[in-house]
């Protein structure tokens, strides 16, 4: 059976484009579902209406709590019957009512090597720590800040006449072509 994703983002959604793009070209077996998106204003929700992907926005500040709203996704979850979530730029911590929806099945993006460099700007921390090898990590999520358990990384040298735009560029990239490959190898694993 073809697995149901729903894809989380806050943002731009490159991430999201290249995930439908390779479902597009048959590179990845699954239907992406739904988006997802905190931020009803975001260039990623154009792309999904573009694509026809189902859409469901919300304002969190409009929300009691996390766990009010939380739960309101979980419904939209369920009536698409979703069986991956894939984090591409949301920019929030999932709380305890989706991880304990989606135990093992929540996944998340992060442009640095995890552990190192985690949380907001991860490109620039690691530009400004002057490390000449930084990278893309995919994990699975937990209740902490990208600290899940690690499924996929793949290294990007940074070198030494590159600037943070060169870096933040060619981390794309990579996370273009690779994020979708590891998404297939789940979607036949589980
Ligand atoms: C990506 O760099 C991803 O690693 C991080 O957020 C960014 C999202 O970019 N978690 P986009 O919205 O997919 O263009």
Redesign the pocket.
């Known amino acids: 059976m073809m697995k149901r994703i729903a894809i989380f983002?806050?943002?731009?959604?490159?991430?999201?484009?290249?995930i439908i793009e390779a479902v597009r070209k048959g590179n990845l077996h699954a239907t992406i579902a739904l988006l997802i998106c905190d931020k009803p204003e975001a260039?990623?929700v154009e792309k999904a209406k573009k694509a026809d992907v189902p859409v469901f926005t919300f304002s969190p500040k409009e929300f009691a709590s996390k766990a009010v709203f939380e739960s309101i996704i979980c419904e939209q979850l369920q009536n698409a019957k979703v069986d991956f979530i894939v984090?591409?730029?949301?920019?929030r911590l999932i709380g305890p009512t989706l991880l304990q929806a989606y135990p093992n099945k929540i996944i998340?993006?992060?442009?640095s090597l995890l552990p190192a460099f985690p949380g907001k700007a991860?490109?620039k921390q690691a530009v400004e720590a002057g490390v000449k090898i930084t990278g893309?990590t995919i994990h699975y999520v937990d209740e902490g800040m990208d600290t899940g358990p690690i499924i996929a990384q793949k290294a990007v040298p940074i070198d030494d006449e590159e600037t943070l735009l060169d870096v933040?560029r060619k981390?794309?990239q990579v996370?273009h072509i690779f994020?979708p490959q590891t998404l297939q190898k789940l979607c036949l694993r589980e």
């Open positions: 983002a806050s943002g731009t959604g490159s991430n999201f484009q290249a260039p990623v984090l591409a730029g949301y920019m998340n993006l992060h442009p991860a490109i893309i933040e981390i794309h996370e994020y």
